[in-house]
């Protein structure tokens, strides 16, 4: 995790998410912290911009990422240097784990026929034109991570506690997240994978899904990202915003990137 502005008085120690990062490690209740979570960037540089930018404009305490850094969009290597260049530590998502193998295919949890041909053929695209560094990098990135936010246990992973591939859907019933929740041994659960951003309170567990900066599917084609707040209580805000559609869809053009591209990012709601 990566701390951008400091806290007066918050004892700091090695950061638990990623060995060489120094976060702070706030263990007393009624500590603030914020944490900024980039969803499922997807490939989508010019989204991703967008979002550290404004992030940085809102300041934060904690920036990291839930996996899935690669896989929709025609921005791969790009979209992985900057994470990279900015030391912003996440997790392994199933494309990023489904690349880096050059699998048979993404893993992908879209719920309709369309979504999934096209995600199919950018995944295949992605496998073929994606850099050996690149797939290193995201072989790397771990199942989950941990952090300890005022006075709270919070899990990062990029589906659920158990798997990468499994959507942890919002109209689940309330066993199924409790079973979650006892499996994540945490207070708060944050993940993406959906690319539906929400925020939802079982038996006293948050779980908070982050959207997605590069790909949502909640109907707003904008960027977006979550701002999760713990003082006390836990609260959980999303920040969205328009960025550079054509940019994408002329870099996709010239890059071969499947045409379908154009019937899924589009400019406005």
């Known amino acids: 995790m990566v701390v951008r502005r400091p806290l007066g008085g918050l004892p700091e120690a090695c950061c638990p998410w990623a060995i060489g990062y ?35 404009a809102e300041g934060y305490d904690v920036l990291c990422h839930t996996g ?3 896989g929709y969009a ?8 900057l994470l990279k260049a900015e030391r912003i530590p996440g997790v392994r998502g199933n494309l990023d784990e489904n690349v880096a193998a050059a699998a048979d295919g993404s893993g992908s949890c879209a719920t309709e026929a ?12 992605t496998v073929q034109r994606t850099e050996r560094l690149t797939l290193e990098y995201l072989r790397n990135l771990p199942f989950e991570r941990r952090l300890e936010a005022g006075g709270r246990r919070a899990l990062l992973v990029h589906a659920n ?50 959207g997605s900066v590069g790909f949502p599917a909640d109907g707003d084609p904008r960027t977006c ?39 899924f990012f589009k400019r406005e709601a």
Do not use: C
């Not at 369309?114 to 695209?125: D, I, P």
């Not at 707040?229 to 499947?258: I, M, S």
């Open 74 to 81: 025609p921005f791969p290597d790009e979209t992985v240097a």
């Open 68 to 70: 899935d850094l690669v």
């Open 114 to 125: 369309q979504v999934r041909v096209f995600e199919e053929k950018a995944f295949a695209w």
């Open 161 to 210: 506690p158990i798997d990468m591939y499994t959507g942890l859907w919002e109209e689940r019933d309330e066993d199924y997240f409790r079973e979650m929740g006892d499996a994540s041994e945490a207070d708060v659960i944050i993940f993406g994978h959906t690319h539906r951003p929400y925020h939802r309170i079982v038996d006293g567990r948050h779980f908070v899904n982050a």
């Open 22 to 56: 120094v976060i702070v490690r706030a263990t007393e209740e009624g500590i603030a912290l914020k944490i900024v979570v980039l969803g499922d960037v997807h490939g989508n540089l010019p989204a991703l911009e967008v979002a550290l930018r404004e992030a940085r």
């Open 225 to 263: 990202y979550a701002v999760i707040q713990t003082n006390g209580n836990v609260e959980a805000q999303y920040r969205r915003f328009p960025y550079n559609v054509d940019h994408l869809l002329k870099t996709a053009a010239e890059r071969r990137f499947p045409a379908e591209a154009a019937l």
